[in-house]
């Protein structure tokens, strides 16, 4: 059942073989910082952030009528440096940080409209929370993708245990969640991936095999895995502080990660394995996650030794199941 003859790794689909499949090159994200916040910062279902998060700050909305023009100015200045770095011709709109369907539509519809009119900007990647996308949101976004333009959904899950959905202080339900992926995949341009962390206390490799057989069960485009990370100067470390507990050891949550990826239906593409501190000075544990290569090189060869690929333990009838999902793209 594996398409491995078309993973460049031989061992999961990753999101650039997908990329390159759709669109016959390479294709980079354009970080873009919209001016938003969270239902976890403003009020609404907390004020502090979600514990694991080192957002620093809270974003607010750009003046009326400049949204646009701002985000323009961003896509724009940021190509010719992606471009010259890997010598890339096309770009997706990255919407990054904070809650990026968190406002009004019209101001929305502004700031989507800055991102995707520039020559070479074939399509938009959105982070948001699975609770904060409304129904007139999801037909707006999946209005961009008619024409071919690719509007990629990526929704925090985080977890499919409601006692780490507490721990994180994510201020909303497993339940929550998965009603909100599966709204979005009812909408045909869209390409929906969602985002788990393992390593929260009481995580197990279950949790790792469960997360990957929803995913599939839902019919999900993409997903993102990573381990929990502790940041300085976030809620976590400061209760990680007073009460510390066993951090994931790099070779464990490779063995989760080879369960989530052998639980993984092989036409889900895999936009991220480990996650890294980008400022190894802001992180408390572990201490692996200030490695760029070695994290995914051990995963690589961990499953190379047990003759392992994405969708391994995934039962040839279930799969046939799965193939006709209309949800697939
Ligand atoms: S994790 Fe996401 S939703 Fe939570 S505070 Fe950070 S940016 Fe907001």
Not at 72 to 89: C, L, T, Y
Not at 123 to 150: F, K, Q
Not at 246 to 269: G, K, S
Request: net charge neutral; aromatic share 10%; charged share 20%.
């Amino acid at each position: 059942m594996t398409t491995s003859a078309a993973w460049r790794n031989g061992l999961w689909h990753a999101y650039s073989d997908h990329l390159a499949e759709r669109f016959g090159e390479k294709v980079y994200k354009v970080t873009v910082s919209a001016g938003f916040t969270c239902p976890t910062r403003d009020g609404t279902r907390g004020t502090n952030g979600c514990s694991f998060c080192d957002e620093r700050g809270s974003s607010s909305f750009f003046s009326a009528g400049s949204a646009s023009r701002s985000i323009e100015a961003q896509v724009r200045e940021g190509i010719p440096k992606i471009a010259e770095r890997f010598s890339a011709g096309k770009f997706l709109a990255y919407f990054q940080s904070f809650t990026n369907t968190y406002g009004p539509l019209n101001y929305l519809r502004e700031v989507y409209d800055g991102a995707i009119n520039i020559p070479n900007v074939v399509g938009m990647a959105i982070g948001t929370r699975p609770d904060c996308i409304p129904g007139e949101v999801l037909a707006l976004l999946n209005s961009y993708g008619h024409g071919g333009r690719y509007v990629s959904l990526e929704l925090g899950l985080q977890s499919m245990r409601d006692e780490a959905l507490r721990f994180y202080e994510r201020g909303h339900t497993v339940a929550e969640g998965l009603d909100g992926v599966e709204r979005a995949l009812r909408f045909p341009n869209l390409s929906v991936a969602v985002h788990f962390m393992f390593g929260a206390p009481g995580d197990t490799i279950a949790d790792a095999i469960l997360a990957a057989r929803t995913a599939s069960r839902l019919g999900v485009h993409g997903v993102k895995i990573h381990q929990l990370m502790i940041l300085k100067d976030t809620a976590l470390a400061r209760r990680y502080a007073h009460e510390p507990w066993p951090l994931l050891e790099l070779d464990e949550y490779n063995r989760w990660a080879m369960a989530f990826l052998e639980n993984l239906d092989p036409r889900i593409h895999v936009e991220r394995t480990h996650g890294m501190s980008s400022h190894p000075d802001e992180l408390v544990g572990p201490a692996w996650s200030a490695q760029r290569f070695v994290p995914m090189d051990s995963l690589k060869k961990m499953m190379r030794e047990n003759s392992s690929h994405q969708g391994k333990a995934l039962v040839q009838s279930s799969c046939q199941t799965l193939l006709h999902s209309p949800a697939l793209i």
